[in-house]
Protein backbone atom coordinates (compact mmCIF):
# COMPACT_ATOMS: atom_id res chain seq x y z
CA UNK A 1 0.00 0.00 0.00
CA UNK A 2 1.50 3.30 -1.04
CA UNK A 3 -0.21 6.89 -0.59
CA UNK A 4 0.97 9.01 -2.68
CA UNK A 5 1.81 7.76 -4.83
CA UNK A 6 1.24 8.02 -4.67
CA UNK A 7 2.03 6.97 -4.03
CA UNK A 8 0.18 8.23 -5.49
CA UNK A 9 0.49 9.05 -4.38
CA UNK A 10 -1.84 11.07 -4.42
CA UNK A 11 -3.90 7.61 -3.71
CA UNK A 12 -5.61 7.10 -6.99
CA UNK A 13 -8.18 4.37 -5.71
CA UNK A 14 -8.91 5.13 -2.20
CA UNK A 15 -12.91 3.85 -0.28
CA UNK A 16 -14.96 6.62 -0.87
CA UNK A 17 -15.85 7.07 2.64
CA UNK A 18 -12.06 7.12 2.77
CA UNK A 19 -12.14 10.62 3.91
CA UNK A 20 -14.43 12.88 5.59
CA UNK A 21 -12.68 15.36 7.70
CA UNK A 22 -14.44 18.57 8.02
CA UNK A 23 -11.97 20.99 6.36
CA UNK A 24 -11.99 25.07 7.20
CA UNK A 25 -9.25 26.99 8.91
CA UNK A 26 -6.15 25.95 9.35
CA UNK A 27 -6.31 26.84 12.65
CA UNK A 28 -8.51 24.12 13.73
CA UNK A 29 -7.39 21.37 10.95
CA UNK A 30 -4.65 19.21 12.11
CA UNK A 31 -2.38 22.26 13.95
CA UNK A 32 -3.64 22.61 17.56
CA UNK A 33 -5.26 19.42 18.00
CA UNK A 34 -2.63 16.85 18.19
CA UNK A 35 -4.09 13.83 19.23
CA UNK A 36 -4.47 11.55 16.15
CA UNK A 37 -8.26 11.16 15.87
CA UNK A 38 -10.31 9.70 13.30
CA UNK A 39 -10.38 11.31 9.64
CA UNK A 40 -7.56 11.88 7.32
CA UNK A 41 -5.53 15.17 6.84
CA UNK A 42 -4.21 14.03 3.11
CA UNK A 43 -5.24 16.15 0.88
CA UNK A 44 -5.27 14.58 -2.84
CA UNK A 45 -7.13 16.72 -4.68
CA UNK A 46 -9.11 20.19 -4.77
CA UNK A 47 -12.31 20.83 -4.97
CA UNK A 48 -12.78 17.99 -1.99
CA UNK A 49 -14.50 14.62 -3.28
CA UNK A 50 -17.76 15.84 -1.45
CA UNK A 51 -18.53 18.80 -4.05
CA UNK A 52 -18.16 15.56 -6.88
CA UNK A 53 -22.33 13.70 -7.74
CA UNK A 54 -23.72 11.65 -10.13
CA UNK A 55 -25.60 14.36 -12.02
CA UNK A 56 -22.43 15.64 -13.48
CA UNK A 57 -21.54 12.73 -14.87
CA UNK A 58 -23.47 13.27 -18.39
CA UNK A 59 -20.54 15.53 -19.01
CA UNK A 60 -17.61 12.69 -19.42
CA UNK A 61 -19.33 11.75 -22.91
CA UNK A 62 -18.67 15.21 -24.00
CA UNK A 63 -15.54 16.06 -22.64
CA UNK A 64 -14.21 12.57 -24.28
CA UNK A 65 -16.14 13.51 -28.05
CA UNK A 66 -14.06 16.45 -28.02
CA UNK A 67 -9.99 17.63 -28.74
CA UNK A 68 -8.26 17.56 -25.76
CA UNK A 69 -6.67 20.81 -24.34
CA UNK A 70 -3.97 21.50 -26.49
CA UNK A 71 -0.21 20.66 -24.92
CA UNK A 72 -1.44 18.80 -21.71
CA UNK A 73 0.39 15.91 -20.62
CA UNK A 74 -1.39 12.24 -20.23
CA UNK A 75 -0.83 9.64 -17.68
CA UNK A 76 -2.73 6.22 -17.03
CA UNK A 77 -3.32 4.66 -14.04
CA UNK A 78 -3.98 1.03 -13.58
CA UNK A 79 -5.74 -0.23 -10.19
CA UNK A 80 -4.85 -3.45 -9.38
CA UNK A 81 -7.00 -3.91 -6.05
CA UNK A 82 -5.45 -7.27 -4.68
CA UNK A 83 -3.30 -7.65 -1.18
CA UNK A 84 -2.62 -10.83 0.82
CA UNK A 85 -3.63 -8.77 3.91
CA UNK A 86 -5.71 -5.49 4.69
CA UNK A 87 -3.18 -3.37 7.06
CA UNK A 88 -5.70 -2.14 9.99
CA UNK A 89 -4.69 1.45 8.97
CA UNK A 90 -5.42 0.84 5.00
CA UNK A 91 -7.95 2.83 3.54
CA UNK A 92 -7.86 1.91 -0.18
CA UNK A 93 -10.41 0.26 -2.09
CA UNK A 94 -8.92 -3.39 -1.81
CA UNK A 95 -9.58 -6.90 -1.57
CA UNK A 96 -7.82 -9.75 0.12
CA UNK A 97 -10.32 -12.80 -0.73
CA UNK A 98 -9.87 -12.81 -5.00
CA UNK A 99 -8.75 -15.95 -6.51
CA UNK A 100 -6.70 -15.96 -9.91
CA UNK A 101 -10.41 -16.34 -11.93
CA UNK A 102 -11.58 -13.16 -10.55
CA UNK A 103 -8.00 -11.74 -10.97
CA UNK A 104 -7.90 -12.28 -14.93
CA UNK A 105 -11.28 -11.29 -15.35
CA UNK A 106 -10.66 -7.98 -13.18
CA UNK A 107 -7.89 -7.79 -15.19
CA UNK A 108 -9.53 -8.40 -18.84
CA UNK A 109 -12.08 -5.73 -17.79
CA UNK A 110 -9.18 -3.34 -16.91
CA UNK A 111 -7.85 -3.49 -20.32
CA UNK A 112 -11.28 -3.54 -22.30
CA UNK A 113 -11.47 -0.17 -20.26
CA UNK A 114 -8.67 1.05 -21.62
CA UNK A 115 -9.49 0.40 -24.95
CA UNK A 116 -12.79 2.22 -24.50
CA UNK A 117 -10.94 5.55 -23.07
CA UNK A 118 -8.05 5.53 -26.02
CA UNK A 119 -10.77 5.25 -28.93
CA UNK A 120 -11.97 8.28 -27.98
CA UNK A 121 -11.30 11.78 -29.03
CA UNK A 122 -9.94 13.44 -26.31
CA UNK A 123 -7.57 10.53 -25.94
CA UNK A 124 -6.97 8.52 -29.43
CA UNK A 125 -3.33 9.50 -30.61
CA UNK A 126 -2.17 11.17 -27.30
CA UNK A 127 1.29 9.89 -26.33
CA UNK A 128 1.68 8.65 -22.64
CA UNK A 129 3.39 10.36 -20.67
CA UNK A 130 3.71 8.04 -17.58
CA UNK A 131 2.20 5.20 -16.54
CA UNK A 132 1.37 3.77 -12.68
CA UNK A 133 0.28 0.63 -11.40
CA UNK A 134 -0.81 1.13 -8.11
CA UNK A 135 -3.11 -0.93 -5.84
CA UNK A 136 -3.74 -2.58 -3.24
CA UNK A 137 0.00 -5.13 -4.27
CA UNK A 138 0.22 -4.88 -7.68
CA UNK A 139 3.26 -7.28 -7.28
CA UNK A 140 0.45 -10.03 -6.02
CA UNK A 141 -0.58 -10.24 -9.89
CA UNK A 142 0.37 -13.48 -10.75
CA UNK A 143 3.17 -12.93 -14.44
CA UNK A 144 0.64 -14.16 -16.81
CA UNK A 145 -2.05 -11.96 -15.59
CA UNK A 146 0.83 -8.59 -15.85
CA UNK A 147 1.74 -9.43 -19.03
CA UNK A 148 -1.70 -10.20 -20.98
CA UNK A 149 -2.42 -6.69 -18.99
CA UNK A 150 0.38 -5.02 -20.27
CA UNK A 151 0.21 -6.40 -24.27
CA UNK A 152 -3.54 -5.43 -24.35
CA UNK A 153 -3.19 -1.95 -22.73
CA UNK A 154 -0.09 -1.28 -25.19
CA UNK A 155 -2.37 -2.42 -28.08
CA UNK A 156 -4.73 0.37 -27.12
CA UNK A 157 -2.12 3.02 -26.10
CA UNK A 158 1.24 2.70 -27.47
CA UNK A 159 4.04 3.21 -24.99
CA UNK A 160 6.49 4.81 -27.42
CA UNK A 161 8.68 7.40 -25.84
CA UNK A 162 6.89 7.00 -22.43
CA UNK A 163 9.04 8.48 -18.95
CA UNK A 164 8.30 6.65 -16.76
CA UNK A 165 6.00 3.40 -15.55
CA UNK A 166 5.61 3.23 -11.68
CA UNK A 167 5.07 -0.48 -10.28
CA UNK A 168 4.01 -0.54 -6.35
CA UNK A 169 5.39 -3.62 -4.76
CA UNK A 170 4.98 -5.28 -1.42
CA UNK A 171 7.78 -7.12 -0.22
CA UNK A 172 6.27 -10.61 0.53
CA UNK A 173 4.67 -11.21 -3.09
CA UNK A 174 8.46 -10.61 -5.17
CA UNK A 175 10.29 -13.62 -6.43
CA UNK A 176 13.60 -13.18 -8.12
CA UNK A 177 11.45 -14.21 -12.11
CA UNK A 178 8.44 -12.01 -10.97
CA UNK A 179 10.89 -9.24 -10.30
CA UNK A 180 12.59 -9.90 -13.93
CA UNK A 181 9.54 -10.31 -15.45
CA UNK A 182 8.25 -6.81 -14.08
CA UNK A 183 11.23 -5.27 -15.34
CA UNK A 184 10.52 -6.97 -18.59
CA UNK A 185 7.31 -4.86 -18.55
CA UNK A 186 9.42 -1.55 -19.10
CA UNK A 187 9.07 -0.78 -15.42
CA UNK A 188 11.65 2.41 -14.45
CA UNK A 189 10.83 3.14 -10.97
CA UNK A 190 10.01 0.23 -8.52
CA UNK A 191 8.08 1.27 -5.54
CA UNK A 192 8.87 -0.81 -2.55
CA UNK A 193 6.50 -0.77 0.41
CA UNK A 194 8.43 -1.50 3.34
CA UNK A 195 6.59 0.76 6.11
CA UNK A 196 9.28 -0.11 9.11
CA UNK A 197 11.85 -2.84 9.49
CA UNK A 198 10.55 -3.24 12.80
CA UNK A 199 8.85 -7.21 12.83
CA UNK A 200 6.72 -6.45 15.69
CA UNK A 201 5.85 -2.83 14.53
CA UNK A 202 4.63 -4.54 11.22
CA UNK A 203 2.91 -7.46 12.53
CA UNK A 204 0.89 -5.27 14.87
CA UNK A 205 -0.44 -3.09 12.02
CA UNK A 206 -1.54 -5.89 10.10
CA UNK A 207 1.31 -5.82 7.31
CA UNK A 208 1.62 -9.25 5.38
CA UNK A 209 5.60 -9.05 5.35
CA UNK A 210 8.14 -9.51 7.39
CA UNK A 211 11.94 -8.03 7.50
CA UNK A 212 13.51 -11.59 6.02
CA UNK A 213 11.66 -10.59 3.09
CA UNK A 214 12.65 -7.24 2.79
CA UNK A 215 16.12 -8.41 2.86
CA UNK A 216 15.40 -11.21 0.36
CA UNK A 217 14.09 -9.04 -2.37
CA UNK A 218 17.12 -6.20 -2.34
CA UNK A 219 19.55 -7.84 -3.57
CA UNK A 220 17.55 -8.67 -6.73
CA UNK A 221 16.13 -5.54 -7.12
CA UNK A 222 19.80 -4.09 -7.51
CA UNK A 223 20.71 -6.58 -9.71
CA UNK A 224 18.09 -5.45 -12.07
CA UNK A 225 19.09 -2.04 -12.02
CA UNK A 226 15.91 -0.44 -11.74
CA UNK A 227 16.11 2.72 -13.10
CA UNK A 228 14.84 4.14 -9.49
CA UNK A 229 13.92 2.05 -6.30
CA UNK A 230 11.45 4.44 -3.86
CA UNK A 231 10.75 2.99 -0.21
CA UNK A 232 7.90 3.71 1.39
CA UNK A 233 7.96 4.04 5.20
CA UNK A 234 5.40 5.52 7.47
CA UNK A 235 6.06 7.10 10.74
CA UNK A 236 3.69 6.10 13.54
CA UNK A 237 2.59 3.10 13.01
CA UNK A 238 1.06 1.38 16.36
CA UNK A 239 3.73 0.48 18.74
CA UNK A 240 6.48 2.73 16.96
CA UNK A 241 9.42 3.87 19.59
CA UNK A 242 12.36 6.26 19.58
CA UNK A 243 14.33 2.75 19.58
CA UNK A 244 12.48 1.30 16.67
CA UNK A 245 12.17 4.53 14.87
CA UNK A 246 15.96 4.97 14.79
CA UNK A 247 16.58 1.60 13.77
CA UNK A 248 14.35 1.73 10.68
CA UNK A 249 15.86 4.67 9.44
CA UNK A 250 19.45 3.09 9.80
CA UNK A 251 17.95 0.32 7.97
CA UNK A 252 16.56 2.47 4.95
CA UNK A 253 19.79 4.24 4.67
CA UNK A 254 21.85 1.49 4.52
CA UNK A 255 19.31 -0.05 1.65
CA UNK A 256 20.83 3.36 -0.38
CA UNK A 257 17.32 3.85 -2.48
CA UNK A 258 16.98 6.35 -4.91
CA UNK A 259 14.44 7.98 -2.97
CA UNK A 260 12.29 7.39 0.29
CA UNK A 261 9.15 8.46 0.70
CA UNK A 262 8.37 8.90 4.54
CA UNK A 263 4.33 9.33 5.35
CA UNK A 264 2.55 10.24 8.67
CA UNK A 265 0.18 7.51 9.65
CA UNK A 266 -3.61 8.70 9.82
CA UNK A 267 -6.64 7.04 10.49
CA UNK A 268 -9.80 7.49 8.27
CA UNK A 269 -12.67 6.41 9.15
CA UNK A 270 -13.08 3.03 6.77
CA UNK A 271 -9.88 1.40 8.15
CA UNK A 272 -9.53 -1.28 11.55
CA UNK A 273 -7.70 0.92 13.64
CA UNK A 274 -10.82 3.88 13.42
CA UNK A 275 -13.15 1.27 14.05
CA UNK A 276 -11.66 0.43 17.61
CA UNK A 277 -11.16 3.99 18.16
CA UNK A 278 -14.62 4.82 17.30
CA UNK A 279 -15.94 1.96 19.73
CA UNK A 280 -13.79 2.14 22.25
CA UNK A 281 -11.90 -1.43 21.72
CA UNK A 282 -8.82 -0.35 19.69
CA UNK A 283 -6.76 -0.67 23.31
CA UNK A 284 -3.12 0.50 21.76
CA UNK A 285 -1.82 3.98 22.31
CA UNK A 286 -1.59 5.97 19.06
CA UNK A 287 1.25 8.15 18.30
CA UNK A 288 0.74 11.64 18.26
CA UNK A 289 1.06 14.52 15.78
CA UNK A 290 3.85 16.01 17.33
CA UNK A 291 5.54 12.29 17.85
CA UNK A 292 4.87 11.50 14.01
CA UNK A 293 6.63 15.43 13.19
CA UNK A 294 9.23 14.49 15.32
CA UNK A 295 10.19 10.69 14.14
CA UNK A 296 9.74 12.09 10.72
CA UNK A 297 12.16 15.09 11.07
CA UNK A 298 14.59 12.75 12.15
CA UNK A 299 14.24 10.68 9.42
CA UNK A 300 14.61 13.38 6.83
CA UNK A 301 17.86 14.85 8.93
CA UNK A 302 18.98 11.78 8.87
CA UNK A 303 18.92 11.11 5.04
CA UNK A 304 19.96 14.58 4.49
CA UNK A 305 22.97 13.35 6.48
CA UNK A 306 24.17 10.68 3.80
CA UNK A 307 22.88 12.60 0.32
CA UNK A 308 19.48 12.86 0.05
CA UNK A 309 17.99 15.92 -0.70
CA UNK A 310 14.06 17.07 -0.10
CA UNK A 311 11.79 16.57 -3.00
CA UNK A 312 8.33 16.97 -1.10
CA UNK A 313 6.69 17.08 1.90
CA UNK A 314 6.90 13.21 1.76
CA UNK A 315 10.11 12.83 -0.79
CA UNK A 316 13.72 12.43 0.41
CA UNK A 317 15.95 11.55 -3.07
CA UNK A 318 19.34 11.22 -3.38
CA UNK A 319 22.04 13.03 -5.94
CA UNK A 320 24.12 11.25 -8.53
CA UNK A 321 26.83 11.54 -6.33
CA UNK A 322 25.63 10.03 -3.16
CA UNK A 323 24.61 6.94 -4.80
CA UNK A 324 26.38 3.22 -3.99
CA UNK A 325 28.68 2.32 -7.01
CA UNK A 326 27.96 -1.20 -6.51
CA UNK A 327 24.19 -0.64 -8.12
CA UNK A 328 23.88 -0.43 -12.22
CA UNK A 329 21.59 2.20 -13.48
CA UNK A 330 21.31 1.99 -17.55
CA UNK A 331 20.69 5.90 -17.31
CA UNK A 332 21.37 8.40 -15.22
CA UNK A 333 18.26 9.64 -13.01
CA UNK A 334 19.46 13.31 -12.44
CA UNK A 335 20.96 16.02 -14.15
CA UNK A 336 24.54 15.48 -12.93
CA UNK A 337 25.65 19.24 -13.26
CA UNK A 338 22.63 20.81 -11.39
CA UNK A 339 22.65 18.04 -8.75
CA UNK A 340 19.27 17.73 -8.77
CA UNK A 341 17.32 14.79 -7.30
CA UNK A 342 15.38 11.81 -8.81
CA UNK A 343 12.59 12.75 -11.28
CA UNK A 344 9.03 11.66 -10.34
CA UNK A 345 7.32 12.48 -13.26
CA UNK A 346 3.76 10.94 -12.46
CA UNK A 347 3.56 13.41 -9.19
CA UNK A 348 4.85 16.50 -11.05
CA UNK A 349 2.50 15.74 -14.25
CA UNK A 350 -0.54 15.20 -11.81
CA UNK A 351 0.88 18.42 -9.26
CA UNK A 352 0.65 20.35 -12.58
CA UNK A 353 -2.55 19.64 -14.11
CA UNK A 354 -1.89 16.63 -16.55
CA UNK A 355 -4.87 14.92 -18.00
CA UNK A 356 -4.85 10.91 -16.26
CA UNK A 357 -7.11 8.16 -16.73
CA UNK A 358 -7.59 6.55 -13.65
CA UNK A 359 -8.95 2.78 -14.41
CA UNK A 360 -9.67 0.45 -12.22
CA UNK A 361 -12.56 -0.05 -9.82
CA UNK A 362 -12.71 3.22 -7.52
CA UNK A 363 -10.38 5.40 -9.51
CA UNK A 364 -9.97 9.21 -10.14
CA UNK A 365 -9.64 10.92 -13.11
CA UNK A 366 -8.89 13.93 -14.49
CA UNK A 367 -9.89 15.11 -17.97
CA UNK A 368 -9.78 18.11 -20.08
CA UNK A 369 -11.13 20.01 -16.47
CA UNK A 370 -13.28 17.09 -15.89
CA UNK A 371 -12.96 14.87 -12.64
CA UNK A 372 -14.55 11.85 -12.59
CA UNK A 373 -14.68 8.74 -10.31
CA UNK A 374 -15.04 4.96 -11.14
CA UNK A 375 -17.23 2.91 -8.92
CA UNK A 376 -16.09 1.15 -6.10
CA UNK A 377 -18.37 -1.93 -5.64
CA UNK A 378 -16.62 -4.51 -7.57
CA UNK A 379 -19.92 -6.21 -9.42
CA UNK A 380 -20.81 -2.78 -10.54
CA UNK A 381 -17.06 -2.44 -11.99
CA UNK A 382 -17.56 -5.71 -13.88
CA UNK A 383 -20.90 -5.31 -15.20
CA UNK A 384 -20.47 -1.73 -16.72
CA UNK A 385 -16.80 -3.04 -18.39
CA UNK A 386 -18.17 -5.68 -19.59
CA UNK A 387 -21.49 -4.31 -20.97
CA UNK A 388 -19.63 -2.16 -22.86
CA UNK A 389 -19.65 1.31 -20.85
CA UNK A 390 -17.45 3.09 -18.72
CA UNK A 391 -17.99 2.31 -14.73
CA UNK A 392 -18.09 5.90 -13.80
CA UNK A 393 -20.04 6.84 -10.57
CA UNK A 394 -19.84 10.60 -9.77
CA UNK A 395 -17.82 13.64 -12.09
CA UNK A 396 -17.54 17.21 -11.28
CA UNK A 397 -16.99 20.06 -14.01
CA UNK A 398 -14.17 22.35 -12.69
CA UNK A 399 -13.68 25.97 -13.32
CA UNK A 400 -10.46 28.13 -14.07
CA UNK A 401 -10.77 29.03 -10.62
CA UNK A 402 -10.88 25.64 -9.36
CA UNK A 403 -7.92 24.34 -11.67
CA UNK A 404 -5.69 27.35 -10.09
CA UNK A 405 -6.44 26.93 -6.58
CA UNK A 406 -5.68 22.87 -7.16
CA UNK A 407 -2.82 23.47 -8.77
CA UNK A 408 -1.39 26.01 -5.84
CA UNK A 409 -1.98 23.55 -2.89
CA UNK A 410 -0.59 20.25 -5.02
CA UNK A 411 2.46 22.36 -5.76
CA UNK A 412 2.87 23.71 -2.52
CA UNK A 413 3.40 20.14 -1.37
CA UNK A 414 7.23 20.56 -3.52
CA UNK A 415 8.19 23.11 -0.79
CA UNK A 416 8.50 26.06 -3.83
CA UNK A 417 6.14 27.49 -5.91
CA UNK A 418 7.11 29.27 -8.65
CA UNK A 419 4.88 32.25 -8.83
CA UNK A 420 5.72 33.20 -13.10
CA UNK A 421 4.30 29.58 -13.56
CA UNK A 422 0.96 30.63 -12.58
CA UNK A 423 1.16 33.95 -13.94
CA UNK A 424 2.18 32.30 -17.46
CA UNK A 425 -0.60 29.87 -17.09
CA UNK A 426 -3.27 31.01 -15.20
CA UNK A 427 -2.58 34.81 -15.35
CA UNK A 428 -3.00 35.32 -11.87
CA UNK A 429 -0.36 36.37 -9.12
CA UNK A 430 -1.40 33.66 -6.64
CA UNK A 431 0.81 36.20 -3.72
CA UNK A 432 -1.65 38.98 -4.57
CA UNK A 433 -4.52 36.46 -5.25
CA UNK A 434 -3.96 34.64 -1.55
CA UNK A 435 -2.09 37.63 0.42
CA UNK A 436 -4.29 37.11 3.46
CA UNK A 437 -3.96 32.94 3.79
CA UNK A 438 -0.09 33.59 2.92
CA UNK A 439 0.03 36.29 5.37
CA UNK A 440 -1.42 34.44 8.14
CA UNK A 441 0.91 31.00 7.24
CA UNK A 442 4.13 33.40 7.08
CA UNK A 443 3.62 34.56 11.04
CA UNK A 444 3.11 31.23 11.99
CA UNK A 445 6.55 30.41 10.53
CA UNK A 446 4.98 27.89 7.67
CA UNK A 447 6.41 29.98 5.22
CA UNK A 448 8.17 32.62 3.22
CA UNK A 449 6.79 34.76 0.29
CA UNK A 450 9.51 36.74 -2.21
CA UNK A 451 8.76 38.49 -5.06
CA UNK A 452 9.42 34.55 -7.45
CA UNK A 453 8.81 32.25 -5.20
CA UNK A 454 6.52 30.76 -2.22
CA UNK A 455 8.88 28.58 0.12
CA UNK A 456 7.38 26.28 2.50
CA UNK A 457 9.69 26.15 6.21
CA UNK A 458 10.55 22.81 7.06
CA UNK A 459 7.91 23.04 10.27
CA UNK A 460 5.39 23.90 7.09
CA UNK A 461 6.29 20.74 5.36
CA UNK A 462 5.79 18.29 8.36
CA UNK A 463 1.93 19.86 8.44
CA UNK A 464 1.28 20.45 4.90
CA UNK A 465 -2.07 18.94 4.01
CA UNK A 466 -3.20 20.56 7.44
CA UNK A 467 -2.28 24.17 6.11
CA UNK A 468 -4.13 23.86 2.44
CA UNK A 469 -7.20 24.49 3.43
CA UNK A 470 -6.45 28.23 3.86
CA UNK A 471 -6.80 28.27 0.19
CA UNK A 472 -10.22 26.83 -0.47
CA UNK A 473 -12.86 28.88 -1.79
CA UNK A 474 -15.21 29.91 1.05
CA UNK A 475 -18.25 27.43 -0.61
CA UNK A 476 -15.45 24.57 0.49
CA UNK A 477 -14.56 25.15 3.80
CA UNK A 478 -16.48 22.91 6.38
CA UNK A 479 -17.02 20.85 3.50
CA UNK A 480 -16.59 17.25 4.09
CA UNK A 481 -13.81 16.28 1.93
CA UNK A 482 -15.15 13.14 0.62
Not at 84 to 98: E, H, I, L, N
Not at 388 to 413: C, F, H, M, N, V
Amino acid sequence: MSQAQTHAVDPVARDPVAHDLVVGDPATAGITHDETAVGSVFVSNYPPFSAWSADAIGDLDRVLSMPPVPETPLGLYLHLPFCRKRCKFCYFRVYTDKNADDIGRYTAALAREVRHLAAAPAVAGRPLRFVYFGGGTPSYVSVKHLEQLVAEVQAAIPWTGIEEVTFECEPGTLTQSKLAAIRGLGVTRLSLGIENFDDQVLADNGRAHVSTEIDRCLPWIRELAFDQLNVDLIAGMVGETWERWRATVARTIEVGADSVTIYQMELPHNTVYSAGLKDGSLGVPLATWAEKREWNLYAIEELAKVGYQRSSAYTMARNAAARSPSVRRPTPLVDDAAGKPCRFVYRDSVWHGCDLLGTGVSSFSHLSGLHYQNTASWGDYLAAVEGGGLPTSRAYLTSPEDRLIRELILQLKLGTVELAYFRQKFAVDVADRFAGALAGLAAAGYLTVSDATIDVTTAGLLRIDSLLPSFYDPTYRGARYT
